[in-house]
């Protein structure tokens, strides 16, 4: 069995390499290419599969470099889901290069992948630029000139969290995690550590669009394509979060390194998120403002620095995955303000619906999986005292939930477009459509049945070696 | 006014056997009462509906369904153990394990008689969308889901569970007012989402404040709200749950969204809103404040009283200044919500029962107060209160059932609001009689608005330059009729109606006698002298 904890990772690397050769022109015909998505989501739903089946298992690989324990299990499998139904609600018809969009977002998935199951900083950082190069590629297809601005904005956050890493390689003198957390168990907090850990998690916050660092990669999200910004603001922020807990996990005997920072952090995004959600006037922007503030959410999850609060953080790390990379795909074709949405709801109602719920867990509002997630960081804020950033995490959580109201509201009861306007809203392949109902099921399911998921991501944390 | 205290007086005093009684049991019955509506909700908004042409099958199911759930809802009523304090029709199992929430519903007496509330009023508001003709899946769907929502936050004895249907009634209602509400929908759903979103944001702080410092793993309302907790985190939860509670009921000066809400939601929402809605905040009171934490109640029980008198004379003072009579229904249905609190602001046993009973009267007059303005506005083709003139002799239906709806809102004899506020002067004159002054003054000033601003509509010479007018359709009538028929019914029979000579109840328990089960226990902290008082 421990030799088959690494297929998930063959299988979505043959995957993405399959479909970039197969998503060439003239190697398939033209016909059979539109089932490459159900190709591509199946890997995907397989390599998902066999996670869940193979990866309790607790094993070590090359010599204690990839790590294989509940963490990864969880946060591999969350980042499968998410690409799983990212590529199912794709509207292909809006997306420049089929082969590159159906590749791109499993080898995101497969850096998320390789950042949780690392067992040193070096893994880290290369889980972290490998999703973050997928994002480029994806991006880049339609927008080259926006390609390049992504790839120098995450090339800053790479500087810092590398400068990070290295000074603290230097300080300490290793660059194994558990080496890591075990000598600054005994380290004093000094000015030489903690400047590398601001550092670390100013990188991380570039790369996961903590606010205030968002302000450089939403320009890039409303110019992309929809799946493009899915991956961006989905897949590459689950992998900065992955590492993100990791290095919380390390520095867990540490915390008065990077707490107040990061609960600076949390507050700022989770109510900047919230407003500027609520300002924006088009549905991308929206979507992308309501992913900074859950986003917020997690950084405060991460502040906690106890175990029931990265569990709470790692359970939310799953649905803001979901949601964020799932949400803008199911936008679609759907350009300008918030009118391209008018008459979504009964013209193409599973489109409508998953774009909604989407929205709205990205937002918290209940029953989604959105809300158990951050009311479980909220309980998490309660018991570790930070009454203050949950005060200001329920405003971003309100100032959130109004702002998807306005989408909902656009979906649904707007005036329906006339003869004219109905092609403003392209029709789906009945594959996306299926795929838009599976996304609705499970955003519910993973609220509603939030036990075994929740007690997962429990053991995930547990896994870390947290109090 | 004797034959109303008689049957207070009365209330049997011992467990009665009703005729069908126990014919049915369900370990579900309070899922079912939440879930069935979000199923049928689910399945409404799913089913095909081309151009329109299922649109009646959708209202008929909606009301069916409705009308199924009053039909369970009155089962449970017959069958409920009234003099046993515990929760009753319990379910509990565990839900998250990893942050304490369990799936634990039960009801008391308090809880049964807002899940009866809730049954009648929901099947009124789906009698008064019957003339919803727009997007009508997606309506029904809402009003469905609004109503599973007030049934969770009813039988929720889990403060997850609780937060959870409390935060998600919003989003229904909301949408609800933003699709089929009035020209000023916008302002009304900001505002709604505002301010209950503040309210569920006090709520979740509250919570999250007892879950802290009490070390709970649990969010088990047994667990949570039976806490040892040290006097300023006491102080610091009950003025969470005072602001959450004010929000919703809502209480001066937390009303801000009161009036556009009432005003410009379609009837059947604004009747939801206004009658159960709505009363969760006063049953929140009750359930976390008044039966969990006494001193800090006793501590804060003057601003209580404060913030209900002055909700009531504010109301009362808007409510004769409006120019638009759905206006003036929306501050008049903010009276009952007064009434109710002041009572539990007393605390005596007399006065909480008697706010426990105006939970249930205070929401029906409320609901019978919005929806008939909300009726009668859109019968004569305007709102405005200046050209309303002389309508008695032309809709007298509906005029009758407004004067009924005005009555129960000041608590006439025969009317259920009558017991109530009888029971909250009798209990609250001892321990507030600044307040029950103030209050009984807000009432007589209330009762003045209400009689000017019926004189004013309803009767007087028609104006000629007014819209033509007809009266209420046979819906509407019953819809007003079923919460005036009520109102009357409680107020006749308060311990439920009696064989001639005997002690043997038919048909109906009486609301007394079940809203009584588990009073001992909310109130039981009040029954003797105040500790602070005594040497």
Same mark, same amino acid.
């Given at each position: @069995?421990?030799?088959?904890?690494?297929?998930?990772?063959?299988?979505?690397?043959?995957? +993405?390499?399959?479909?970039?050769?197969?998503?060439?022109?003239?190697?398939?015909?033209?016909?059979?290419?539109?089932?490459?998505?159900?190709?591509?989501?199946?890997?995907?739903?397989?390599?998902?599969?066999?996670?869940?089946?193979?990866?309790?298992?607790?094993?070590?690989?090359?010599?204690?470099?990839?790590?294989?324990?509940?963490?990864?299990?969880?946060?591999?499998?969350?980042?499968?889901?998410?690409?799983?139904?990212?590529?199912?609600?794709?509207?292909?018809?809006?997306?420049?290069?089929?082969?590159?969009?159906?590749?791109?977002?499993?080898?995101?998935?497969?850096?998320? @992948?390789?950042?949780?199951?690392?067992?040193?900083?070096?893994?880290?950082?290369?889980?972290?630029?490998?999703?973050? +190069?997928?994002?480029?590629?994806?991006?880049?297809?339609?927008?080259?000139?926006?390609?390049?601005?992504?790839?120098?904005?995450?090339?800053?956050?790479?500087?810092?969290?590398?400068?990070?890493?290295?000074?603290?390689?230097?300080?300490?003198?290793?660059?194994?995690?558990?080496?890591?957390?075990?000598?600054?168990?005994?380290?004093?907090?000094?000015?030489?550590?903690?400047?590398?850990?601001?550092?670390?998690?100013?990188?991380?916050?570039?790369?996961?669009?903590?606010?205030?660092?968002?302000?450089?990669?939403?320009?890039?999200?409303?110019?992309?394509?929809?799946?493009?910004?899915?991956? @961006?603001?989905?897949?590459?922020?689950?992998?900065?979060?992955?590492?993100?807990?990791?290095?919380?996990?390390?520095?867990?005997?540490?915390?008065?390194?990077?707490?107040?920072?990061?609960?600076?952090?949390?507050?700022?995004? @989770?109510?900047?998120?919230?407003?500027?959600?609520?300002?924006?006037?088009?549905?991308?922007?929206?979507?992308?403002?309501?992913?900074?503030?859950?986003?917020?959410?997690?950084?405060?999850?991460?502040?906690?620095?106890?175990?029931?609060?990265?569990?709470?953080?790692?359970?939310?790390?799953?649905?803001?995955?979901?949601?964020?990379?799932?949400?803008?795909?199911?936008?679609?074709?759907?350009?300008?303000?918030?009118?391209?949405?008018?008459?979504?709801?009964?013209?193409?109602?599973?489109?409508?619906?998953?774009?909604?719920?989407?929205?709205?867990?990205?937002?918290?509002?209940?029953?989604?999986?959105?809300?158990?997630?951050?009311?479980?960081?909220?309980?998490?804020?309660?018991?570790?005292?930070?009454?203050?950033?949950?005060?200001?995490?329920?405003?971003?959580?309100?100032?959130?939930?109004?702002?998807?109201?306005?989408?909902?509201?656009?979906?649904?009861?707007?005036?329906?477009?006339?003869?004219?306007?109905?092609?403003?809203?392209? +029709?789906?392949?009945?594959?996306?459509?299926?795929?838009?109902?599976?996304?609705?099921?499970?955003?519910?399911?993973?609220?509603?049945?939030?036990?075994?998921?929740?007690?997962?991501?429990?053991?995930?944390?547990?896994?870390?070696?947290?109090? | 006014?004797?034959?109303?205290?008689?049957?207070?007086?009365?209330?049997?005093?011992?467990?009665?056997?009703?005729?069908?009684?126990?014919?049915?049991?369900?370990?579900?019955?309070?899922?079912?009462?939440?879930?069935?509506?979000?199923?049928?909700?689910?399945?409404?908004?799913?089913?095909?509906?081309?151009?329109?042409?299922?649109?009646?099958?959708?209202?008929?199911?909606?009301?069916?369904?409705?009308?199924?759930?009053?039909?369970?809802?009155?089962?449970?009523?017959?069958?409920?153990?009234?003099?046993?304090?515990?929760?009753?029709?319990?379910?509990?199992?565990?839900?998250?394990?990893?942050?304490?929430?369990?799936?634990?519903?039960?009801?008391?007496?308090?809880?049964?008689?807002?899940?009866?509330?809730?049954?009648?009023?929901?099947?009124?508001?789906?009698?008064?969308?019957?003339?919803?003709?727009?997007?009508?899946?997606?309506?029904?769907?809402?009003?469905?889901?609004?109503?599973?929502?007030?049934?969770?936050?009813?039988?929720?004895?889990?403060?997850?569970?609780?937060?959870?249907?409390?935060?998600?009634?919003?989003?229904?209602?909301?949408?609800?007012?933003?699709?089929?509400?009035?020209?000023?929908?916008?302002?009304?759903?900001?505002?709604?989402?505002?301010?209950?979103?503040?309210?569920?944001?006090?709520?979740?702080?509250?919570?999250?404040?007892?879950?802290?410092?009490?070390?709970?793993?649990?969010?088990?309302?047994?667990?949570?709200?039976?806490?040892?907790?040290?006097?300023?985190?006491?102080?610091?939860?009950?003025?969470?749950?005072?602001?959450?509670?004010?929000?919703?009921?809502?209480?001066?000066?937390?009303?801000?969204?009161?009036?556009?809400?009432?005003?410009?939601?379609?009837?059947?929402?604004?009747?939801?809103?206004?009658?159960?809605?709505?009363?969760?905040?006063?049953?929140?009171?009750?359930?976390?404040?008044?039966?969990?934490?006494?001193?800090?109640?006793?501590?804060?029980?003057?601003?209580?009283?404060?913030?209900?008198?002055?909700?009531?004379?504010?109301?009362?003072?808007?409510?004769?200044?409006?120019?638009?009579?759905?206006?003036?229904?929306?501050?008049?249905?903010?009276?009952?919500?007064?009434?109710?609190?002041?009572?539990?602001?007393?605390?005596?046993?007399?006065?909480?029962?008697?706010?426990?009973?105006?939970?249930?009267?205070?929401?029906?007059?409320?609901?019978?107060?919005?929806?008939?303005?909300?009726?009668?506005?859109?019968?004569?083709?305007?709102?405005?209160?200046?050209?309303?003139?002389?309508?008695?002799?032309?809709?007298?239906?509906?005029?009758?059932?407004?004067?009924?709806?005005?009555?129960?809102?000041?608590?006439?004899?025969?009317?259920?609001?009558?017991?109530?506020?009888?029971?909250?002067?009798?209990?609250?004159?001892?321990?507030?009689?600044?307040?029950?002054?103030?209050?009984?003054?807000?009432?007589?000033?209330?009762?003045?608005?209400?009689?000017?601003?019926?004189?004013?509509?309803?009767?007087?010479?028609?104006?000629?330059?007014?819209?033509?007018?007809?009266?209420?359709?046979?819906?509407?009538?019953?819809?007003?009729?079923?919460?005036?028929?009520?109102?009357?019914?409680?107020?006749?029979?308060?311990?439920?109606?009696?064989?001639?000579?005997?002690?043997?109840?038919?048909?109906?328990?009486?609301?007394?006698?079940?809203?009584?089960?588990?009073?001992?226990?909310?109130?039981?902290?009040?029954?003797?002298?105040?500790?602070?008082?005594?040497?």
């Amino acid at each position: @069995m421990r030799s088959l904890v690494l297929l998930p990772e063959a299988v979505v690397v043959a995957g +993405a390499v399959g479909l970039l050769f197969l998503g060439r022109p003239g190697v398939m015909r033209r016909g059979r290419r539109r089932y490459l998505p159900v190709a591509a989501t199946l890997v995907a739903l397989a390599a998902f599969g066999i996670e869940l089946w193979v990866g309790a298992v607790l094993s070590t690989f090359f010599g204690g470099a990839l790590v294989q324990d509940r963490f990864a299990l969880f946060a591999k499998a969350a980042a499968l889901l998410a690409a799983a139904a990212a590529i199912a609600v794709t509207d292909w018809s809006a997306e420049e290069s089929q082969s590159v969009g159906l590749a791109m977002p499993l080898l995101a998935a497969f850096g998320v @992948m390789v950042a949780a199951s690392s067992g040193d900083v070096v893994g880290l950082w290369a889980g972290l630029e490998l999703a973050g +190069a997928a994002a480029v590629v994806v991006v880049a297809t339609r927008r080259p000139d926006l390609g390049i601005r992504l790839l120098v904005t995450g090339a800053v956050g790479t500087a810092l969290l590398l400068s990070g890493l290295a000074y603290v390689y230097a300080t300490i003198g290793t660059a194994d995690l558990v080496g890591l957390r075990q000598s600054l168990k005994v380290e004093a907090p000094t000015l030489p550590l903690a400047l590398p850990v601001l550092l670390l998690f100013g990188g991380l916050a570039v790369r996961a669009g903590w606010a205030p660092y968002q302000f450089a990669r939403v320009p890039v999200a409303l110019g992309a394509s929809p799946l493009g910004t899915g991956v @961006m603001v989905g897949l590459v922020a689950m992998a900065a979060l992955v590492v993100g807990i990791k290095v919380t996990a390390v520095l867990s005997f540490r915390p008065e390194l990077f707490v107040s920072g990061l609960a600076v952090v949390a507050a700022v995004a @989770m109510v900047a998120g919230g407003a500027a959600a609520l300002a924006a006037r088009t549905p991308r922007a929206r979507l992308v403002y309501l992913a900074v503030g859950q986003a917020g959410w997690l950084a405060a999850g991460l502040a906690t620095d106890y175990r029931a609060g990265l569990g709470a953080t790692l359970f939310l790390l799953g649905a803001f995955g979901i949601a964020a990379t799932a949400g803008p795909a199911a936008l679609g074709g759907v350009e300008g303000g918030e009118s391209g949405l008018a008459g979504m709801g009964s013209l193409r109602p599973a489109r409508a619906a998953a774009l909604v719920i989407a929205a709205l867990s990205l937002a918290g509002a209940p029953p989604l999986a959105g809300f158990f997630g951050e009311f479980a960081v909220a309980a998490s804020l309660a018991q570790s005292g930070q009454f203050a950033l949950l005060a200001l995490g329920l405003l971003g959580a309100v100032l959130s939930q109004a702002a998807a109201l306005g989408t909902v509201r656009a979906v649904y009861f707007q005036s329906l477009p006339d003869e004219t306007r109905r092609g403003a809203i392209p +029709a789906w392949a009945r594959f996306s459509s299926a795929g838009a109902v599976g996304l609705c099921i499970v955003i519910v399911a993973y609220g509603v049945f939030a036990s075994p998921i929740m007690g997962l991501a429990d053991q995930g944390a547990k896994a870390l070696g947290l109090r | 006014m004797i034959l109303s205290l008689a049957a207070i007086a009365q209330a049997t005093p011992s467990p009665a056997s009703v005729p069908g009684a126990n014919v049915f049991t369900s370990p579900l019955l309070l899922s079912l009462v939440i879930w069935v509506p979000v199923v049928v909700g689910v399945a409404v908004a799913t089913m095909p509906n081309p151009r329109g042409r299922y649109d009646v099958l959708m209202k008929q199911i909606a009301f069916f369904t409705n009308l199924g759930l009053l039909f369970v809802l009155w089962i449970a009523y017959n069958q409920f153990a009234t003099f046993l304090p515990t929760m009753q029709f319990e379910e509990k199992v565990t839900w998250l394990p990893a942050i304490g929430a369990v799936y634990h519903l039960g009801v008391d007496g308090t809880g049964m008689t807002m899940l009866i509330l809730s049954g009648l009023v929901g099947l009124a508001s789906v009698l008064a969308s019957w003339g919803v003709r727009e997007r009508v899946r997606s309506y029904f769907c809402l009003l469905l889901l609004t109503q599973a929502c007030v049934n969770g936050a009813i039988v929720a004895h889990d403060m997850f569970v609780l937060l959870l249907f409390w935060g998600a009634s919003v989003i229904p209602i909301a949408l609800l007012v933003l699709g089929w509400g009035g020209a000023r929908r916008e302002s009304a759903v900001w505002r709604l989402v505002g301010y209950w979103g503040l309210g569920t944001g006090s709520l979740l702080v509250a919570t999250m404040i007892v879950y802290a410092a009490s070390g709970s793993t649990s969010f088990d309302m047994d667990v949570l709200l039976k806490a040892g907790l040290a006097p300023r985190v006491q102080l610091a939860v009950a003025a969470a749950l005072i602001v959450a509670a004010a929000t919703r009921l809502p209480l001066f000066p937390f009303h801000g969204w009161a009036r556009d809400v009432y005003a410009d939601a379609p009837p059947g929402v604004a009747l939801i809103v206004a009658g159960s809605a709505s009363r969760l905040g006063a049953y929140l009171l009750v359930r976390a404040l008044i039966a969990a934490d006494p001193d800090a109640s006793r501590l804060l029980s003057p601003i209580l009283a404060g913030l209900a008198v002055l909700t009531m004379v504010f109301a009362a003072l808007a409510a004769v200044r409006a120019v638009d009579l759905r206006a003036a229904g929306g501050y008049l249905a903010m009276v009952p919500g007064g009434l109710t609190v002041f009572g539990l602001a007393a605390l005596t046993p007399l006065s909480i029962a008697g706010s426990i009973l105006s939970l249930f009267s205070g929401g029906l007059a409320a609901a019978l107060i919005v929806g008939g303005c909300a009726t009668l506005s859109e019968r004569a083709q305007t709102r405005s209160v200046q050209l309303l003139r002389g309508l008695a002799p032309r809709m007298p239906v509906l005029s009758w059932l407004l004067v009924i709806a005005a009555l129960g809102l000041i608590g006439v004899p025969l009317l259920a609001s009558y017991p109530a506020e009888a029971m909250i002067f009798f209990g609250s004159f001892r321990s507030q009689p600044a307040g029950s002054f103030a209050v009984a003054l807000a009432l007589v000033l209330v009762a003045a608005v209400v009689a000017v601003v019926l004189h004013r509509i309803l009767l007087g010479s028609p104006n000629p330059d007014a819209p033509a007018v007809s009266d209420a359709s046979l819906g509407e009538a019953w819809y007003l009729g079923l919460l005036a028929g009520a109102l009357l019914w409680v107020g006749l029979f308060p311990g439920g109606p009696k064989l001639p000579g005997t002690e043997q109840v038919v048909f109906d328990p009486g609301l007394l006698n079940v809203m009584s089960a588990g009073l001992t226990d909310i109130a039981s902290a009040y029954a003797g002298p105040n500790p602070a008082s005594s040497p």
